[in-house]
Nanobody, 116 residues
Framework: QAQLVESGGGLVQPGGSLRLSCAAS????????MNWHRQAPGKERELVAGISSTGGTATYADSVKGRFTISRDNAKNTVYLQMNSLKPEDTAVYYCNAYVRGSGHWGQGTQVTVSS
């Protein structure tokens, strides 16, 4: 069964950086695109970034373009989200996600709080 475990969240000041990790197991990681989503209090979950199975193509929400970078290491079955120039509006629970054999799989999420 596919499992995703996020880590790396925390409290950071505006302008700071964090790197999130998502460790995958239970499926052939290198065959599937991966995504990062986030959900802020009182808001709907939104797609932040996505990366192709090989890592050759990445897409970003306009709100994070130029500040966030998604990457993956298929040898380690891990996807990353490097977040720079963080803003208070980036505060949210961040989830990684994969659609494996037609089913969506989600991690438990990691909290990111941007505050002075």
């Amino acid at each position: 069964q596919a499992q995703l475990v996020e880590s790396g969240g925390g409290l950071v000041q505006p302008g700071g950086s964090l790197r999130l990790s998502c460790a995958a197991s239970g499926f052939t990681f290198s065959n599937y695109p991966m995504n990062w989503h986030r959900q802020a209090p009182g808001k709907e979950r939104e797609l932040v970034a996505g990366i192709s199975s090989t890592g050759g193509t990445a897409t970003y929400a306009d709100s994070v373009k130029g500040r966030f970078t998604i990457s993956r290491d298929n040898a380690k079955n891990t996807v990353y989200l490097q977040m720079n120039s963080l803003k208070p509006e980036d505060t949210a629970v961040y989830y990684c996600n994969a659609y494996v054999r037609g089913s969506g799989h989600w991690g438990q999420g990691t909290q990111v709080t941007v505050s002075s």
